[in-house]
T-cell receptor, first 117, second 115 residues
Framework: AQKITQTQPGMFVQEKEAVTLDCTYD???????LFWYKQPSSGEMIFLIY??????QNATEGRYSLNFQKARKSANLVISASQLGDSAMYFC??????????????FGKGTTLSVSS | DSGVTQTPKHLITATGQRVTLRCSPR?????VYWYQQSLDQGLQFLIQ???????AKGNILERFSAQQFPDLHSELNLSSLELGDSALYFC??????????????FGPGTRLLVL
């Protein structure tokens, strides 16, 4: 079975600094996708960034980038120039297949990021 | 704003009752997914519908059921509610059946409190 592990329950960073949130995964599927979502205190889940297993380059979206190390099965999220609004829970997720046609996301337990001024 | 809408935002009910949560996917999306987020279980997948048909079933209790209508909106029905059903219920949608690169966009969630 596939598995997502986020080992950092909480991370603290100062404004304008960069921070790395760790994510490791386990899958036997050669084709897979990894996602990061942000959940602020208001509760909604916001899609941040995606990395495909066959992508040649690490994904980037604005201040978000993914440090994808396939051999190590890790997909760490890097947030550059942290802002107070980045304070939230961050979830790493992977697409999991169900039967022949079904699919869903499995999530890690999340990391709470706190940004201070 | 993801484009996925969920109603109601909050729901308070009593044990033994039945509730219905509603979700409208993003315009053009054919798949709808339901997830449950609780403190002890984290985020768990419940069920996926694609163009009206059930595609995948996760950790969904027998007391829970869902359907997707011809206009593609979906409803999650929770019956014989227990205290442990208190959670944040998310609906997500994606463009098609959920390929490897396909992103799921989440609604704002329905916060259910069972007293």
């Amino acid at each position: 079975a596939q598995k997502i592990t986020q080992t950092q329950p909480g991370m603290f960073v100062q404004e304008k600094e960069a921070v790395t949130l760790d994510c490791t995964y386990d899958t036997s599927d050669p084709s897979y996708g990894l996602f990061w979502y942000k959940q602020p205190s208001s509760g909604e889940m916001i899609f941040l960034i995606y990395q495909g297993s066959y992508d040649q380059q690490n994904a980037t979206e604005g201040r978000y980038s993914l440090n994808f190390q396939k051999a190590r099965k890790s997909a760490n999220l890097v947030i550059s120039a942290s802002q107070l609004g980045d304070s939230a829970m961050y979830f790493c997720a992977m697409r999991e297949r169900y039967n022949q046609a079904g699919t869903a996301l499995i999530f890690g337990k999340g990391t709470t990021l706190s940004v201070s001024s | 704003d993801s484009g996925v809408t969920q109603t109601p935002k909050h729901l308070i009910t009593a044990t033994g009752q039945r509730v219905t949560l509603r979700c409208s996917p993003r315009s053009g999306d054919l798949s709808v997914y339901w997830y449950q987020q609780s403190l002890d279980q984290g985020l768990q997948f419940l069920i996926q519908y694609y163009n009206g048909e059930e595609r995948a079933k996760g950790n969904i209790l027998e007391r829970f059921s869902a359907q997707q209508f011809p206009d593609l909106h979906s409803e999650l029905n929770l019956s014989s509610l227990e205290l442990g059903d208190s959670a944040l219920y998310f609906c997500a949608s994606s463009a098609s059946g959920g390929g490897a690169r396909e992103t799921q966009y989440f609604g704002p969630g329905t916060r259910l409190l069972v007293l």
